[in-house]
T-cell receptor
């Protein structure tokens, strides 16, 4: 089945130790999104790619970076995680921007 | 912020009853979408309604949209225990910024 896959599902890192989260999709969608979701809150968009065109949200900290080496894969790099970065990180795709989004299961990040 | 507000924040009903949740937003939109999120999982798209539509149905779901009031409602009929989840509305503004803005969510609990 076509889907959005996130690895790992659970990630534990130490304060200040870089971490990379990955997302892959078999839907061949043009747009890929990264969201941060903290407990009992709405998903917050960090950035998105329309093909190779990168779009950063104005309030996304510089600590967060992203790479999209090809249509299928997208990575979220957190260069120096702080305690406040502990959250669920959701990857989503859509065929066209603004249309239905397909979400992966998320990566739960714990920062010790 | 153009984040939507959802009402109520939490709702508990008996199995078999109908559940209604509401979403209000601030800017003109191209479409409004509803998503479901089971605890600790990714979001699942339920329904999309465009700005020129007033009502849409999908199975036990009924969505209405009132663009003059900048509001939408989601009705789930004949609720089941499996409907227990958080429900989020999300809007695509007509500014062409290629992204969705999620509401604060309603936590629905179905009591067997």
């Amino acid at each position: 089945d076509a889907m959005v896959i996130q690895n790992p599902r659970y990630q534990v890192t130490q304060f200040g130790k870089p971490v990379t989260l990955s997302c892959s999709q078999t839907l061949n969608h043009n747009v890929m999104y990264w969201y941060q979701q903290k407990s009992s809150q709405a998903p917050k968009l960090l950035f998105h790619y329309y093909d190779k065109d990168f779009n950063n949200e104005a309030d996304t900290p510089d600590n967060f970076q992203s790479r999209r080496p090809n249509t299928s894969f997208c990575f979220l790099d957190i260069r120096s995680p702080g305690l406040g970065d502990a959250a669920m990180y959701l990857c989503a795709t859509s065929s066209y921007a603004g249309e239905e989004q397909f979400f992966g299961p998320g990566t739960r990040l714990t920062v010790l | 912020s153009q984040q939507g507000e959802e009402d109520p924040q939490a709702l508990s009903i008996q199995e078999g009853e109908n559940a209604t949740m509401n979403c209000s937003y601030k800017t003109s939109i191209n479409n409004l979408q509803w998503y479901r999120q089971n605890s600790g999982r990714g979001l699942v798209h339920l329904i999309l309604i465009r700005s020129n539509e007033r009502e849409k149905h999908s199975g036990r779901l009924r969505v209405t949209l009132d663009t003059s009031k900048k509001s939408s409602s989601l009705l789930i009929t004949a609720s089941r225990a499996a409907d227990t989840a958080s429900y989020f509305c999300a809007t695509e503004s007509n500014f062409g910024n290629e992204k969705l803005t999620f509401g604060t969510g309603t936590r629905l609990t179905i009591i067997p």
